[in-house]
């Protein structure tokens, strides 16, 4: 037989009890059993479980655990305040003991896209100040590299025409050099290791 508790008003202990108890009762509880011989009062979840459940409304379809014939109460209820629903949606049977997430009312919080975006933001600059590797390559400092002996400055701007052009003189030079440098080498001549190197850099 069901037992038929009426439930006075408790005094909110938080701000999730607060914002209900400014609701209306517009119901009694009616416990499966002996369910509502615990001791209420004791438990978090048991307090704001009953305390929504005199104040909500009962759906169209009662959610899966209620209509199981789980819960301790007897009606599936949940329960709006400012046009937003309490327990994350959970109706208050599913509330209770703290198991929201079992109810198939149960909505999931999600983070906003915008503070999403900004952590995204902050995590990849975090990586760029640790790697250096972020930001278009024409930014990143290239390594000392040469080519035909021709160095090749590290900020040089390969999308520059000037630039690529004296890049090109220069390479035309260090031909020529290497071209005779070759040719005394073939004679026979003992040519030193920096000798054309030097004047090509020079040129």
């Known amino acids: 037989m069901n ?34 011989r615990v001791a209420l009062e004791q438990h978090t979840s048991y307090r ?5 459940h005199m104040r909500g409304y009962r759906p169209d379809r009662a959610c899966g655990h209620c209509r199981d014939g789980h819960g301790p ?5 949940r329960l709006e305040v400012d046009a937003e ?3 994350a949606g ?11 997430s ?3 009312f149960y909505l999931p919080p999600t983070r906003p ?27 990143q400092p290239r ?10 400055p590290p900020k040089a701007d390969m999308n520059d025409p000037r630039v690529v052009r004296r890049l090109v003189q220069q390479l035309e030079s260090a031909a020529v050099v290497l071209s005779l440098r070759a040719e005394r080498l073939s004679a026979g001549e003992e040519v030193s290791e920096m000798e054309g190197v030097e004047e090509s850099e020079s040129d």
Request: aromatic share 4%; with cysteine; proline share 4%.
């Open 102 to 104: 079992r109810c198939s």
């Open 3 to 36: 037992d038929l508790v009426e439930v006075t008003s408790w005094e909110p202990r938080n701000a999730v009890e607060r914002r209900i108890s400014e609701l209306p009762v517009i119901r009694q509880l009616t416990f499966r059993g002996d369910r509502g």
């Open 113 to 139: 896209q915008s503070r999403v975006r900004s952590k995204a933001r902050s995590a990849r600059s975090s990586t760029c100040s640790m790697t250096r590797s972020c930001g278009s390559s024409s930014h």
């Open 90 to 100: 959970a109706c208050t049977n599913c509330h209770w003991g703290g198991q929201t």
């Open 85 to 87: 629903h309490v327990f």
């Open 143 to 152: 390594p000392h590299t040469t080519i035909s002996g021709v160095p090749i």
């Open 73 to 77: 109460m007897t009606e599936c209820v």
């Open 48 to 52: 704001q479980a009953i305390m929504a």
